[in-house]
């Protein structure tokens, strides 16, 4: 008995070596999941960074508008000029130009100033002191700018004159006026540029310049100019 015991023992080894059975990473099926308390959190793909072209990249922040730039600047009524002579401060002042568009000045008298840039007038006023400041440094600066004055009238939330220090177009003449109210022709507004001779009107239609159509009515506004909202 012991022997045949001992017999199949031997044929059970021989077949087990011969026929092994097959393991998980051999065969075909997928491996059994792991337990729930084994199992990894799902990693979250993380999308690519977004690439910004210089078209789409976003402006930076404007700070507060600078000054009409001195070089091209029309010189208007209501301006403080600040003029100095150097060593002589008896020549030495600051002058409101006049509603005539002249300034008054030691030894010379009146000189136009609306209209010119302050170069301009600099050049004149060198020009006729010459005769009694011989070798004269004569400096000339805008100190304030009074003269740019818009008008925005009709059905906006804030109408009136508003003095500006640089020049603004349509738009942001709304915006400062305090934006069209709701009673407001938003497409039927004027702005009236007056001439030497004659007036001109141009048309805004507020929709379409907002929708980024007819973006050419969207002008710059001159001094003296009066944006309507019927």
Known sequence: MLRKIWIMMIVI?????SFPFPSWSESGDAAP???????TAPVKATP??????????????????????QGDYSIGPGDVLDISVWKDEALTR?????????ISFPLIGDVLATGRTAS??????????KRYVPGLTLSLEIKQINSMIIYVIGKVNAPGRFVMNTNVDVLQALATAGGLNVFAKRN???????????????????????????????????????????
């Open 13 to 17: 080894g021989i077949l087990a070596v």
């Open 33 to 39: 999941p792991a337990p729930a308390s084994e199992a």
């Open 48 to 69: 690519p960074a977004a690439e910004v072209s210089e078209a789409t990249a976003p402006a930076k922040a404007s700070g507060p508008a600078p000054a009409a730039d």
């Open 94 to 102: 600051s002058c409101v130009v006049r509603p005539d568009g002249f």
């Open 120 to 129: 301009q007038v600099k050049s004149e006023m060198e020009g006729r002191l």
């Open 188 to 230: 039927d507004i004027k702005i009236f540029r007056q001439g030497k001779h004659e007036t001109t009107i141009f048309p805004f239609e507020y929709d379409m310049v907002i929708d980024g159509k007819r973006l050419e009515q969207n002008i710059r506004l001159l001094r003296g100019d009066v944006v309507v909202i019927p």
